[in-house]
């Protein structure tokens, strides 16, 4: 069964920084697109960011130059940078894989359980 699971959130002050992991497993064909969305309490998920195995990336505006997304696929792993951070960036984030199967077959979705990342003084 593949699965991805997330590590590093936490509590951090504003201005601060954290970096979150995501490493798929299991048995697939192709990865197309990993990445990160976020949910904060009585709001739906969002976009924060996601990058494809052409090293195509994509940003929510409310963090572009602030995070950093990376993907090592070797290791079928995807990284978040997050500098910068502020209050409203609470949230409970996703790790998301978008792969294959098998050959012929459609594109399945992933999701992690999530991380918290909390943001205050």
């Known amino acids: 069964q593949v699965q991805v699971v997330e590590s590093g959130g936490g509590l951090v002050q504003p201005g601060g920084s954290l970096r979150l992991s995501c490493a798929a497993s299991?048995?697939?064909?192709?990865?197309?697109?990993m990445g990160w969305y976020r949910q904060a309490p009585g709001n739906e998920r969002e976009l924060v960011a996601t990058?494809?195995?052409?090293?195509?990336?994509n940003y929510a505006d409310s963090v572009k130059g602030r995070f950093t997304i990376s993907g090592d696929f070797a290791k079928n792993t995807v990284y978040l940078q997050m500098n910068s951070l502020k209050p409203e960036d609470t949230a409970v984030y996703y790790c998301?894989?978008?792969?294959?199967?098998?050959?012929?077959?459609?594109?399945?979705?992933?999701w992690g359980q999530g991380t918290p990342v909390t943001v205050s003084s």
């Open positions: 998301y894989l978008n792969y294959k199967r098998q050959l012929g077959e459609v594109y399945l979705e992933v």
């Open positions: 299991g048995r697939f064909f192709r990865i197309r697109t």
């Open positions: 990058v494809t195995t052409g090293d195509i990336t």
